[in-house]
């Protein structure tokens, strides 16, 4: 403490006190509450986005799983049909056919060859078979073919071919079938494909009356 009549020193205040304190900034932050909207619209944004890519890739299996081509009997002409009962009971035949295979995939089709069997009441008569060959993806091809049986016998069912022939009908069953690979990227994957028809001969007239077919 000072006395009386003495002087004493006082130092000047600062101007600016700022510049001889450190500067300090706090920031209070308020706690965040999410609209309840938003979170809605999120989860439907994440159902929406999971069923399209169920949808687009149920829609590829769809498209690419490979299925049987389709076998299709469009033209079936008769040549001619004769029965002859001396010496023994023979069947002359002969048939003229084209046949469609389609190729419903969207990769070719290649098919090594195709058969076609003619039978009379469950029994085969013959049968006449084809070269292969190739299909486009999403195509068609016909193949013709031409099947010639004389002199053969029909011991076993003379008796229901002599009814049939006295009513002027005979009834052929027709089996097409066809074997071949599916190209699929670096694969291969066999195939197979038959249709059967029942086809009746009128063998006065020498024509095809009726034909049913369906694919197996």
């Given at each position: 403490m000072a006395s009386k009549g003495e002087f004493v020193y006082y130092a000047p205040i600062p101007s600016n006190p700022t510049h001889t304190q450190s500067q300090?900034?706090?920031?209070?932050?308020?706690?965040?509450?999410?609209?309840?909207?938003?979170?809605?619209?999120r989860r439907l944004l994440l159902c929406l986005s999971i069923t399209a890519s169920l949808l687009l890739f149920s829609t590829a299996i769809f498209f690419l799983f490979p299925s049987d081509p389709t076998l299709q009997l469009v033209r079936l002409k008769l040549n001619h049909v004769r029965v002859n009962s001396s010496p023994r009971p023979?069947?002359?035949?002969?048939?003229?056919?084209?046949?469609?295979?389609?190729?419903?995939?969207?990769?070719?089709?290649?098919?090594?060859?195709?058969?076609?069997?003619?039978?009379?009441?469950?029994?085969?008569?013959?049968?006449?078979?084809s070269d292969g060959g190739r299909v486009r993806a999403r195509g068609s091809s016909y193949v013709n073919a031409t099947l010639v049986l004389d002199g053969l016998e029909v011991i076993h069912d003379v008796f229901y071919?002599?009814?049939d022939l006295a009513r002027g009908v005979i009834p052929f069953d027709t089996d097409t079938e066809v074997e071949g690979t599916l190209g699929l990227f670096f694969f291969k994957i066999p195939i197979?494909?038959?249709?059967?028809?029942?086809?009746?001969?009128?063998?006065?007239?020498?024509?095809?009356?009726?034909?049913?077919?369906?694919?197996?």
């Amino acid at each position: 403490m000072a006395s009386k009549g003495e002087f004493v020193y006082y130092a000047p205040i600062p101007s600016n006190p700022t510049h001889t304190q450190s500067q300090q900034t706090i920031v209070v932050l308020a706690p965040y509450c999410p609209n309840p909207n938003y979170r809605r619209r999120r989860r439907l944004l994440l159902c929406l986005s999971i069923t399209a890519s169920l949808l687009l890739f149920s829609t590829a299996i769809f498209f690419l799983f490979p299925s049987d081509p389709t076998l299709q009997l469009v033209r079936l002409k008769l040549n001619h049909v004769r029965v002859n009962s001396s010496p023994r009971p023979t069947l002359d035949l002969s048939f003229s056919l084209t046949i469609r295979v389609r190729n419903r995939d969207l990769f070719s089709l290649n098919y090594d060859s195709l058969r076609v069997t003619v039978g009379y009441r469950a029994r085969e008569l013959g049968f006449v078979s084809s070269d292969g060959g190739r299909v486009r993806a999403r195509g068609s091809s016909y193949v013709n073919a031409t099947l010639v049986l004389d002199g053969l016998e029909v011991i076993h069912d003379v008796f229901y071919l002599l009814e049939d022939l006295a009513r002027g009908v005979i009834p052929f069953d027709t089996d097409t079938e066809v074997e071949g690979t599916l190209g699929l990227f670096f694969f291969k994957i066999p195939i197979k494909a038959k249709a059967s028809c029942e086809v009746y001969v009128n063998t006065n007239s020498q024509t095809i009356v009726r034909q049913d077919c369906c694919p197996e």
